[in-house]
C-alpha cells in the first residue's frame, strides 16, 4: 500500500490549540463500521459495556524540550529518545550546522555536548549529568514537548504542563503524551466506576518518533521508531482473566494498544513485557488481543491513521473522518476523540 492512500483533507483550522475545558467536555464520535453518532466524552460510559475493560497509559511526560546557545546561535532541542542515563538521541532545528563535540549551554552549569548526526536527521547528545540530576534540570528550564502542529511562543504557555500530562500520569520518560488519555477527569472515572467498567494501567515511553512524517511512499519500507514498554505480571494475569470471562479489552490510546498487541502471542496470550517495541500496524494486521479502541483523530498519512485504518477498515475510517471535518471536530493532540469499533 501507498502512504498516499492514507491522505485526507483537514482544513487547518480544525487543528486544536487547546484542550477541551473541563477536558471531559471533548466531542466523541462512535464509529461502528458505517455507523456514526456524535456524542460527548461524559456519554462514554453509556456506549461502552459494564464488562468493559479500559486500559490506559500511564506514562508520564517529561519537561524534554530545551533552550540553549551553541555560542552565539540559539538552539531549540527536544529529547527524542533516551540512550543511556546521560545520553540522548534529540531533535534539533537547524542541525545541519553542528559539528560534533559541539556544545550547546543550556544554563551556566548545564549544557550537551553533540556526539553524533544521524541519517535520520536526529542528533546524539551527551549531557554534563544523567540520571535523577538530569531529569531534576529538565524539571528546572525544560519546557512541555508539545508537538510542532501546537503553536506557541517560545518557552510555551505555563497552562501546557498540566494540559499536556493525564491526570493518572506516574511513570516519567515520555517525550509525547499519550493524548487519548488526556480526556479522562476524576468525574469520567466516577462514571466509569458506577457502570462497573474496570480500569487497568500499562506503560509505554511514547517517543518523539511518534511526530516523524513517513517519508516513503511504500509503507512497508517505513521503518518504525522504537519505545519502550512495560507490562507486569500481575497486570498480565488479570487481562487474560478478563479475557476469559469474555470482557472486552479497549486500550486508551494507540500506544497502549500498540503495546498490548506487542505482549499478546498468536494464541491471544497476553504475556509480562519490559522491553522496546516497534511494531508497526497496517491493513491487514491480524488484531490478537484488543476488542475496541478509544482514540484521537490521527494525521494524514501518519502510522497511527494506518492503524485505525487496520482496526476499523481504511473506507470506514475515511468516511468517519469526513464526517468529522464536516461536524468541525477537532483533531490532533488537544483534540476530540473517538470510540471505534473493530472491523469484523
Not at 106 to 125: H, W
Not at 132 to 151: N, R, S, W
Not at 310 to 317: H, L
Request: proline share 5%.
Amino acid at each position: 500500500m501507498k502512504t498516499s492512500d492514507f491522505n485526507f483533507d483537514l482544513p487547518p483550522e480544525l487543528i486544536a490549540n487547546a484542550p477541551a475545558n473541563p477536558r471531559d467536555s471533548a466531542r466523541l464520535l462512535y464509529i461502528n463500521g458505517f455507523e456514526l453518532q456524535d456524542k460527548c466524552m461524559l456519554d462514554l460510559p453509556d456506549l461502552l459495556k459494564p464488562s468493559d475493560v479500559l486500559v490506559f497509559n500511564d506514562t508520564k511526560v517529561i519537561p524534554a524540550r530545551l533552550y540553549g546557545l551553541r555560542g552565539q546561535a540559539k538552539i531549540e532541542m527536544t529529547l527524542f529518545k533516551q540512550m543511556d542515563l546521560s545520553t540522548w538521541e534529540t531533535l534539533i532545528k537547524n542541525a545541519r550546522r553542528l559539528r560534533m563535540g559541539d556544545k550547546i549551554e543550556i544554563t551556566s552549569d548545564f549544557y550537551a555536548t553533540v556526539l553524533d548526526k544521524k541519517e535520520t536527521g536526529t542528533v546524539v547528545v551527551h549531557f554534563n549529568c544523567s540520571g535523577a540530576d538530569l531529569f531534576a534540570k529538565l524539571h528546572t528550564v525544560g519546557t512541555m514537548p508539545l508537538p510542532p502542529y501546537i503553536k506557541r511562543m517560545r518557552g510555551g504557555k505555563e497552562s501546557d504542563k498540566a494540559d499536556y500530562q493525564t491526570i493518572y500520569a506516574c511513570h516519567e520518560g515520555a517525550v509525547a503524551a499519550p493524548t487519548a488519555g488526556l480526556h479522562f477527569t476524576e468525574r469520567l472515572f466516577k462514571k466509569l466506576d458506577e457502570k462497573g467498567i474496570k480500569r487497568e494501567f500499562v506503560t509505554l515511553h511514547v517517543g518523539g518518533g511518534t511526530f516523524l512524517p513517513v517519508k516513503v511512499e511504500n509503507i512497508q519500507d517505513h521503518k518504525m521508531h522504537a519505545e519502550y514498554g512495560v507490562i507486569t505480571q500481575e497486570v498480565a494475569d488479570r487481562l487474560n482473566q478478563y479475557k476469559r470471562e469474555g470482557r472486552r479489552i479497549i486500550p486508551v490510546g494507540t500506544t497502549s494498544l500498540r503495546l498490548l498487541e506487542s505482549a499478546a502471542d498468536e494464541l491471544g496470550i497476553l504475556h509480562p513485557f519490559s522491553k522496546e517495541t516497534s511494531i508497526f500496524i497496517t491493513p491487514g494486521y491480524k488484531f490478537k488481543f484488543v476488542d475496541a479502541l478509544f482514540t484521537n483523530f490521527h494525521t494524514p498519512e501518519s502510522t497511527l491513521f494506518m492503524l485505525v485504518c487496520a482496526f476499523a477498515g481504511m473506507d470506514e475510517m475515511k468516511s468517519a473522518y469526513k464526517h468529522a471535518v464536516e461536524k468541525r471536530y477537532h483533531f490532533f493532540s488537544y483534540g476530540d476523540a473517538c470510540l471505534i469499533e473493530k472491523r469484523n
